[in-house]
């Protein structure tokens, strides 16, 4: 079977549009896309008058090294969220498919699919919020057209083993696209599913350039995934997803003197995390801290509420997760710099903080 055979039909079928851009190469004198002949007034920014490259070579070469694929494997987008909406949109018939999502995860997926018309199975992550891979299999259903599996996890925090993720790909085979978030894989010890592309055109994987890159304002997102998947993808693709100046901006940020600097941040990140971990662990109020790959702590806490407003009326903001599925006590907390991380510390010892 291949795996276009589980995309829908119409998207196969239908012509996709051709922006006045791809028409450009070589032009001298453009005169087919009614853009404005001039660079804005203001000097708002040289060049921007004109649409931007649809996938910039440069930048989709960058990112291809950068992910150990090749460049036909490389879909950019506007942020990852982006890839997630066009791989249901593409693989989901509205009112008959569905996606298949391990709680407590993402709400993007779920949130993907309802926008869609699609039906959202859940395989419950374990008790340790591990991939339950069996879990997996048997919530399978003919519907079922997207396994989404978020690794490290948000926001629990924990890594997928690779092998449950090879077994899970082997066992999809025929029957549905697994898809592989890596949002977070930088802060991890694991290494990239992408490796599992290669042997498997069933298998997708989402990266993005918001978190370990630091470019969260410029909504880079990237899918890798088998040379047909992108180029279906890519029929449905916006005409111009990704604005110049972020473009530029990923050009920048992935060079390689940036991506010396981009390694060293995320080592500070990881020994931040593992120190803010054992002084969290050692609090009275904190219950639990989860075990995490990522670049935040889930932490579970006798009184989740009365920290969230612990920590507000200190200026902190953490992401309240209580809603989520087995997080009931739990609040997130991303990993900050080292001064940041110091006054989450002083304001949880301080139970008098200032308002
Ligand atoms: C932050 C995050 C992303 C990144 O989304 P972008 O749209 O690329 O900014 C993707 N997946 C998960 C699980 C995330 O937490």
């Not at 407003?309 to 989520?324: C, H, K, M, N, S």
Request: proline share 6%; aromatic share 4%; charged share 20%.
């Amino acid at each position: 079977m291949n795996v276009l055979d589980l995309a829908r039909a119409e998207i196969r079928a239908l012509t996709p549009y051709s922006s006045a851009r791809m028409e450009a190469d070589g032009g001298r004198v453009l005169l087919n896309a009614n853009e404005s002949p001039w660079s804005p007034a203001n000097e708002a920014g040289e060049g921007l008058n004109r649409y931007p490259d649809p996938q910039p070579a440069a930048l989709v070469n960058r990112l291809a090294a950068l992910y150990e694929v090749a460049p036909e494997q490389v879909l950019l987008g506007r942020g990852s969220d982006e890839a997630i909406d066009l791989l249901v949109r593409a693989f989901c018939r509205a009112g008959t498919d569905a996606v298949l999502v391990s709680p407590p995860t993402f709400g993007m997926y779920a949130v993907a699919a309802a926008v869609q018309g699609a039906a959202v199975v859940q395989a419950p992550l374990g008790d340790d919020f591990s991939l339950d891979v069996d879990g997996v299999l048997a919530a399978l259903t003919q519907q079922v057209r997207l396994v989404f599996v978020c690794t490290p996890n948000n926001p629990s925090g924990a890594p997928a083993a690779p092998a449950a993720l090879a077994h899970l790909a082997q066992a999809l085979r025929g029957r549905a696209l697994l898809v592989v978030d890596e949002a977070y894989v930088e802060f991890a010890d694991t290494a990239s599913a992408s490796a599992l592309i290669a042997g498997n055109d069933h298998v997708a994987v989402l990266r993005t350039l918001s978190k370990a890159h630091a470019l969260a304002g410029a909504r880079v997102g990237v899918l890798l995934a088998a040379a047909p998947v992108i180029t279906l993808l890519r029929r449905i693709l916006a005409p111009y997803p990704l604005p110049a100046a972020s473009i530029a901006a990923a050009l920048a940020a992935t060079d390689a003197a940036a991506l010396v600097e981009t390694r060293r941040r995320i080592a500070v990140l990881r020994e931040q995390r593992e120190w803010l971990r054992g002084e969290l662990a050692a609090l009275p109020e904190v219950v639990a801290v989860l075990p995490s790959a990522a670049n935040f702590l889930c932490v579970r806490w006798r009184d989740a509420a009365a920290i969230y407003a612990q920590l507000r009326r200190a200026g902190i903001v953490v992401r309240d997760v209580t809603r989520y599925r087995g997080l009931a006590d739990c609040l997130r907390v991303s990993v900050g710099t080292p001064a940041e991380n110091r006054a989450v510390l002083a304001a949880l010892r301080n139970v008098e903080v200032a308002a």
